[in-house]
């Protein structure tokens, strides 16, 4: 199970993912009515930004200059004892690497040339998975825009960060300014346990009981009347099991 906190009440929770995220023309088979495409679009959920982004690309620089920058205090705060201070967190939307870094981690000069156009996006949410559980971050899939996200799995049954977690973007260096509208989608996030995971080879008797079967599924699904290609528009559609994602209300 996913579990998130706000960095603030303003801003966006996760939402469940979407079969379909534009509309079509008129016509048939777009890769939007594609079962498995739809599958895979609809898995999981999708962080929103709060608030719009504009990166204008800084060819002096050789980087991006993010246009307006937003910084947000948080509406809680914490000390480690009673007595102590509390001040809010505060956090800006987005940030870039820096040249000469050394925190949180070291950037060589060598390497930064090939982070220019990465930009880290805040999610203003706090994330935990369950015991067993791992979080994986990653791109919206199927859908094609001037920038997308890295993909990434994170312990976040064993890492309670103190911080809002981040997804790293990486900018189309083609274009000369991306907006990225409030309420888009800007990564996935979902839960995947974690254990060992094991590929084999089938031998030929396992294969053919395989090959059997999908002969029999095409003879019990196909369409009659179908002589080279067997016609199963909407069969796989109906027989398939679909997972499905869907946010509590708090409380």
Known sequence: MLHWFKFHAGVRAPVPAQDVYRKRPPGRGHPEECPPLRAACGYGFDVLTSFPLTFIRDDANGGWILEKPISVSADWAW???????????????????????????????????????????????????DPGELLYIGDIPNRFRP?????????????????????????????????????????????VPRGE????????????????????????????????????TGRYARLAKRSSFSVRPQG
């Open 79 to 129: 000390a480690p004892d009673e007595n102590g201070a509390a001040p809010p967190q505060s956090q800006v939307n987005a940030w870039f690497w820096e040249r000469g870094q050394t925190v949180p981690h070291v950037i060589t000069d060598d390497v930064f040339d090939t982070l220019r156009n990465q930009v880290k996006l805040c999610t203003w949410l706090f994330l935990k998975t």
């Open 197 to 232: 995971f094991v590929a084999a080879e089938m031998d030929g008797e396992a294969f053919g009981e395989y090959f059997a079967a999908g002969q029999k599924w095409l003879a019990d699904n196909a369409k009659p009347g179908a002589e080279e290609l067997s016609d199963i």
């Open 147 to 191: 920038w997308r996200a890295y993909s990434a799995i994170v312990d976040a049954d064993l890492y309670p960060a103190s911080y809002a977690w981040h997804c790293v973007l990486e900018l189309d260096r083609r274009e000369e300014r991306i907006h990225i509208p409030e309420g888009e989608p800007i990564c996935r996030i979902m839960t």
